[in-house]
Nanobody
Framework: QRQLVETGGGKAQPGGSLRLSCEAS????????FAWFRQAPGKERAPIAC???????NYAASVKGRFTISRDDEKKAIYLDINNLGPEDTAVYYC?????????????????WGQGTQVSVSS
């Protein structure tokens, strides 16, 4: 079965850093675009970063300059490096896979979601 599994979340202090990982299995992930979404408590799930097949990247304004998305197709892995964490970054972070040239522009349609990993930022 096709699967995305996120790891790397947890508790962090303001100003800290985290690397979130997303491992793909059961499909040819090298032919997909990948995105990271997050859902903060009481809010809707929102896109924050995307990396396309050609490794072009797109970021939401709220994370640009602090977050970096990358991919390693040999390892079938996608990463999100987060710097200078703040309380506003507290959320469940989801990895998503989508096809098409416009995926990293529209962030849709998503073909496959991961289960999410919790990031909690507090003192």
């Amino acid at each position: 079965q096709r699967q995305l599994v996120e790891t790397g979340g947890g508790k962090a202090q303001p100003g800290g850093s985290l690397r979130l990982s997303c491992e793909a299995s059961g499909f040819h992930s090298q032919y997909y675009n990948f995105a990271w979404f997050r859902q903060a408590p009481g809010k809707e799930r929102a896109p924050i970063a995307c990396i396309a097949l050609d490794e072009e990247r797109n970021y939401a304004a709220s994370v640009k300059g602090r977050f970096t998305i990358s991919r390693d197709d040999e390892k079938k892995a996608i990463y999100l490096d987060i710097n200078n964490l703040g309380p506003e970054d507290t959320a469940v972070y989801y990895c998503a896979a989508g096809g098409g040239l416009s995926y990293c522009i529209e962030y849709r349609p998503t073909d496959l979601w991961g289960q999410g990993t919790q990031v909690s930022v507090s003192s």
